[in-house]
């Protein structure tokens, strides 16, 4: 079975999580802010030894993708990519809004009725989100937008939609009439699911360049007010 370890770092929280197959062998995780570049290597190298394991056994790193912090995805980026050019081993990538949604599916009872709107919360009243259905196929695909009382609006006639991550509170002050528009609190980013994720990537060997990955940004720059829905 596959020793694959996974990183988080596109928010505020740092965490890495350590699997064997299927099994989570240990997870360590730190939510104070600026904390990745300083903690993030003592971390990998303490999780790696208290597991009974060493670096070298390492089957893959997977890492967060984004969309998040710039700094954030920077250095698990380039941390991921270190690891694997050292140990001459895959890199795998999981979204970050994938892995926030994973979470919340694993929890949802009838998951097949709703669709699932994980949102980062980026400046003001913008934020990273997608929809995803059950499966975690995208209906809507990643993008940056600006929310606006109708935002969805379409979708949210047509079955419920569960918002959860550090943005979906500035939406819920919008939309809290809505019956249909559902809100799970408390969903932060962590490694155990981007770990997950990723070994079913590993499987289908659908492994990234190493030397040319770049996470998925979304920068400020290209936010234009998508907050309408499509429908």
């Known amino acids: 079975m596959p020793l694959l370890l996974a990183l988080e770092t596109s928010t505020t929280v740092c965490s890495i999580a350590l699997f064997k197959g299927q099994q989570l062998l240990g997870a360590s995780e730190l939510q104070i802010e600026k904390s990745h570049s300083s903690h993030i290597t003592v971390m990998i190298a303490q999780l790696v030894e208290n597991c009974g394991a ?99 609006a379409g979708e949210l006639q047509e079955r419920p939609v569960i918002f959860f991550g550090s943005g979906a509170g500035k939406f819920r002050e919008m939309v809290n009439t809505k019956e249909n528009a559902l809100f799970v609190e408390g969903v932060l980013p962590n490694a155990k699911t981007i770990g997950e994720l990723a070994l079913a990537k590993y499987e289908q060997k659908a492994f990234e360049d190493v030397a040319y990955y770049e996470p998925f940004y979304l920068k400020d720059v290209y936010i234009t007010s998508a907050g309408k829905s499509t429908k």
């Open 54 to 152: 060493t670096l070298h056994e390492l089957s893959a790193v997977a890492v967060s993708g984004g969309p998040g912090s710039y700094t954030g995805l920077r250095i698990g980026t380039s941390t991921a990519k270190g690891l694997c050019f050292s140990l001459n081993i895959p890199l795998l990538e999981v979204s970050t809004l994938h892995g926030l949604a994973a979470q919340v599916t694993a929890l949802t009872p009838n998951p097949e009725r709703f669709l699932f709107c994980p949102m980062l919360d980026a400046r003001r009243l913008e934020v990273y989100t997608c929809l995803l259905d059950h499966t975690l196929k995208e209906v809507l695909p990643i993008a940056p937008v600006v929310l606006e009382e109708n935002t969805f």
